[in-house]
Each structure stands twice: as C-alpha cells, then as structure tokens.
C-alpha cells in the first residue's frame, strides 16, 4: 500500500507570492490533517478535512486554506507569504473515525522557505 | 482540554545505554488513544504505537517498550540497548474522542542524540 505523499517536497518564494501544496493520502483513508512545523513552534495543526469538508482548524490566520477533493486528495493553500511561513508542512492521513484501529500516517512534508 | 507534556527536550545518551522518553498528558475523555511517533532528520514523521485507554497492557516490540499509566496519565517510551539509528526526535501524541473532533494533540517532542 502506497504511503501519503506530498508535492513538491521543496520549495522557494518570495514574500507576498501564494503557494499550493498538494497531499495525497493512503488509499481507502478519508482524513487529511495538515500540520506546521518550525524549530521555535514546534509541530502545530492547521486544519483537517474528512470527506470535503474541513473538519477540525487551528489557530492560523485566514491566509492559510485547504480544500480536499472527492478522491480525498488534498490541498493547502498560503496567500500573501511572510517570512514566518518558512516551514516544514506535513500531511498526514487517517481513515477518519473514532474507533481504536484509526491512525494517523504522515508524509515525507514540503519544506518550504520564504525569502 | 487536552494536553501533552515532553518535558524532556533533548536527551544524549552513549550508545547502547538504555532511555527512556517521557510523555504526560491531560484528557477529561474516558476514551482516547496515545501514539508515538518518530521523526528521523529527514523530516517524516514514523508511527511506533498507539494505545488504547482501555488497555494498560505495556508493550515490547524488539529494543522498544512502551508503559502505560492511567493513574500518572503518562505513556513512557523506553529504548533499550540505544543505538545511533535511534537519534531523532520524538513525539506523543493524543487523540481524544468527546464533541466528535478526533483532533490529535501533539506533544512538543524530544530529541535523542545517541553519540557512537
């Protein structure tokens, strides 16, 4: 079974451009949460969609946004980028429920640096 | 409100020393589950385990052990015998089940250096 996977894994812009990144999850898993993580933050939680719509949001600005498609494929979306936003941005993939079986698997994140 | 603890920020061991990772949490759920995750430098996060609320049971898989205390609210991560591959940080985590948020709660990780 194929893992989450995230694109790009690096990326490059400049103060006041918006990036897109992409997350696909584990097949048959309908919950994609996004998370930030900075060496002075740690790991924060962005928001989490499960079967299109967004379920759970932590506290960032309403510059960050996401949307998830019907194939549970998930984007993220960061307008207007200041510094700050330079991060680590992980994926992670879970089917979603409630029961004790339900985990959260993690992608390989999209390094992102803000100049 | 839910709370995960690392107080153990970094921790250097030599190898083949035994540590142990210590993961406090705080949850008014009856039900909930607790993991750990492992995140190598390259950056993605590994899961190790996850427990049950209803189940204390410890568990041994190889060099790791976890220990599970509801009545300290901790879950301990014991590496055994450390070895230089083990150098990582460290997360706990906690995912509650009350008001159908299934948030996960992380804790703010540990970094373990083991030094050859």
């Known amino acids: 079974k194929a893992g989450v996977t995230q694109t790009p894994r690096y990326l490059i812009k400049t103060r006041g451009q918006q990036v897109t990144l992409s997350c696909s999850p584990i097949s048959g898993h309908r919950s994609v949460s996004w998370y930030q993580q900075t060496p002075g933050q740690g790991l924060q939680f962005l928001f989490e969609?499960?079967?299109?719509?967004?379920?759970n949001k932590g506290n960032f600005p309403g510059r960050f946004s996401g949307r998830q498609f019907s194939n549970s494929r998930s984007e993220m979306n960061v307008s207007t980028l200041e510094l700050g936003d330079s991060a680590l941005y992980l994926c992670a993939s879970s089917g979603g429920l409630a029961g004790p079986t339900d985990t959260q698997y993690f992608g390989p994140g999209t390094r992102l640096t803000v100049l | 409100a839910q709370k995960v603890t690392q107080a153990q920020t970094e921790i250097s061991v030599v190898e083949k020393e035994d540590v142990t990772l210590d993961c406090v949490y705080e949850?008014?759920?009856?039900?909930?589950?607790l993991f750990w995750y492992k995140q190598p430098p390259s950056g993605e996060l590994v899961f190790l385990i996850r427990r049950n609320s209803f189940d204390e049971q410890n568990e041994i898989s190889g060099r790791y052990s976890w220990n599970f205390q509801k009545s300290t609210s901790s879950f301990n991560f014991t590496i055994t015998a450390s070895q230089v591959v083990d150098s990582a940080v460290y997360f706990c985590a906690l995912k509650g089940t009350t008001s159908g948020t299934y948030k996960y709660i992380f804790g703010t990780g540990t970094r373990l250096k083991v030094l050859a």
């Open positions: 969609y499960f079967s299109e719509t967004q379920r």
């Open positions: 949850t008014r759920d009856t039900t909930y589950y």
